[in-house]
């Protein structure tokens, strides 16, 4: 992509989340996401044909939010169980500034399956899920968590966790609630996650 | 209520679960849905002015197994934690038999939050949260579980785990993996759950 067209895609995507974090998706419309990213309608609906295009391009530029932060932690040396364990309070941070990221949970956790959207759509759950699914099969090759410890199950238990944050961020747990709940988190998880040796 | 009227509403809301089960909540219709339920479209809009209402109806249906159910449980002489520990196993099985909760969860996971609805809504998330907390305290007492066990925390990570099997089912997930998936789940949680005699 020209780098001009996906400047203008970025502003567009922006705007657009601005405009769902304040009226909600059903409400928000495509012309006031055009005029407030500066964009031609005509430009508007030639990257985005349709709300729910806009919608999925939110939820893709959350997960790559999650997905760019923890390649940085593990390429600046952090172990994989480092990064995972980081992610719930980088989340806790992110919703309380990053409209990209908090209404890119909010309508992954929204996300319907099935019939209902007029475009393919990126789920971010899914995406999230393989993140996290990732890290776990590091930290499992470096003896990190346990052997044997369901990987899949795991990271299912996070990623609905990290929506959960979302979920209470909505309806206004302040930042120490959510940071109180991820350390909740852990001391329920950690004692199943943790290798043997650990817990003697 | 009459009773007349109530086995009206309880064929309306089968009706209805069955509808959007096959065509998705989307593309039903309420023709359908008066006409699968042998009732005329007219009394269908007297009971549910619109399609979520309906919706709502399936999802409070699906709450109500469960309370039931927990509270039969406990009835027959099982503790809270017996009780709390078989609800993602029979969840599995009505996934395989049970429109009502099958489509009850599918539309309780997709449920929005905010101004999208035309009626207030009971949110299946909640009702799930308040009976797996009320399940947990009543653990917490009779010291079944560990003191100071984050008793929400848990609630919300159960409550996301049972979504999160019917999501599974929808992908075509078989009986077996969801029974393996919470087998998996309580091999990950009850380590932090047990009181810590029994970890000795």
């Keep these: 992509?020209?780098?001009?067209?996906?400047r203008t895609r970025e502003r567009l995507v922006r705007a657009a989340a601005?405009?769902?974090?304040?009226h909600g998706l059903?409400?928000?419309?495509m012309q006031a996401v055009s005029k407030s990213a500066g964009v031609s309608k005509g430009a508007l609906y030639f990257h985005f044909p349709s709300k729910e295009h806009l919608a999925d391009a939110v939820r893709g530029a959350c997960g790559d939010r999650f997905a760019a932060k923890a390649s940085d932690l593990m390429e600046a040396g952090e172990s994989p169980v480092q990064v995972l364990m980081r992610l719930p309070g980088l989340t806790a941070e992110w919703l309380?500034?990053?409209?990209?990221?908090?209404?890119?949970?909010?309508?992954?956790r929204e996300q319907q399956r099935g019939g209902?959207?007029?475009?393919?759509?990126?789920?971010?759950?899914?995406?999230?899920?393989?993140?996290l699914s990732r890290?776990?099969?590091g930290a499992a090759e470096r003896r990190e968590i346990r052997d044997g410890l369901p990987l899949r199950t795991c990271a299912s238990l996070l990623v609905a966790f990290l929506f959960s944050l979302e979920c209470r961020a909505e309806e206004s747990a302040s930042r120490e609630e959510l940071l109180e709940s991820i350390a909740e988190l852990w001391s329920l998880l950690l004692p199943g996650m943790a290798p043997v040796a650990d817990r003697e």
Tied chains: 1, 2.
């Design 26 to 29: 059903g409400a928000a419309s």
């Design 18 to 22: 601005e405009a769902f974090d304040e």
């Design 96 to 108: 309380g500034q990053d409209v990209i990221v908090r209404v890119g949970l909010r309508l992954g």
């Design 116 to 131: 209902h959207q007029d475009c393919d759509g990126r789920y971010l759950s899914r995406e999230l899920h393989d993140l």
């Design 135 to 137: 890290l776990l099969r």
């Design 1 to 6: 992509m020209q780098e001009r067209a996906a």
